[in-house]
């Protein structure tokens, strides 16, 4: 029997020469996921952006920095997670010359997901955290709505057997004072959530 490890390089090989939809076309790296295949915790994002693109890595640009605080900040060390993303490359629309991220298509994310679910099947996290609406709509149910429902869990789903959904930090970096202060202190009161449910401490 293989190894998480060895199923989970497999996989990401596979992944990198996919081209089964348009956003292969303009991608620079394949934004796979990283961390501890055998991960009790699983966070999965929307999709990468550009820093994510350039570098090959999920969560790294100014969201990432500030997802990777509040993680410090919970008593979670990103390297004992699993981070990844719905769909694996950046999707983004030229505007004037430049490249400004998008949400991905319908039809990308159809054409993607069989790599997050595989991902999920070869880790079957205890807690997976879905980061923003679009995590939590494809994964916990259609129509998530972010303000009722974040912070709450949902047991027995089909890829995790506690699940809940917290704010993506990008939507927190759109803030701005008190809005952003009490924003981001909802994403560390949801994170703290999810490390004590593993330890089950009160
Ligand atoms: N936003 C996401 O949803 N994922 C990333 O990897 C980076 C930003």
């Not at 990008?170 to 330890?199: C, H, N």
Request: with cysteine.
């Amino acid at each position: 029997m293989p190894s998480a490890a060895e199923e989970m390089e497999a996989l990401r090989r596979r992944a990198l020469s996919c081209t089964d939809c348009e956003l292969s076309r303009t991608r620079t790296h394949v934004v796979f996921g990283e961390g501890d295949p055998e991960a009790d915790i699983v966070l999965v994002g929307e999709g990468p952006g550009e820093w994510e693109d350039r570098t090959g890595r999920p969560f790294v640009g100014r969201a990432g920095k500030l997802l990777e605080a509040v993680l410090r900040e919970v008593g979670l060390k990103r390297e004992e997670l699993y981070i990844t993303n719905i769909v694996k490359c950046r999707a983004a629309t030229e505007v004037g010359g430049r490249l400004r991220n998008r949400p991905p298509r319908a039809s990308e994310v159809k054409a993607c997901r069989k790599w997050l679910e595989a991902q999920l099947r070869i880790i079957r996290p205890k807690v997976l955290v879905c980061i923003g609406g679009p995590a939590a709509s494809l994964l916990l149910h259609k129509g998530f709505k972010m303000t009722e429902e974040r912070g709450r869990w949902f047991t027995d789903t089909p890829y995790a057997p506690s699940a809940i959904a917290v704010l993506h930090p990008a939507y927190i970096l759109r803030k701005e004072g008190e809005d952003f202060l009490r924003a981001r202190e909802l994403l560390v009161e949801d994170l703290t959530k999810v490390r004590r449910r593993l330890t089950e401490e009160p």
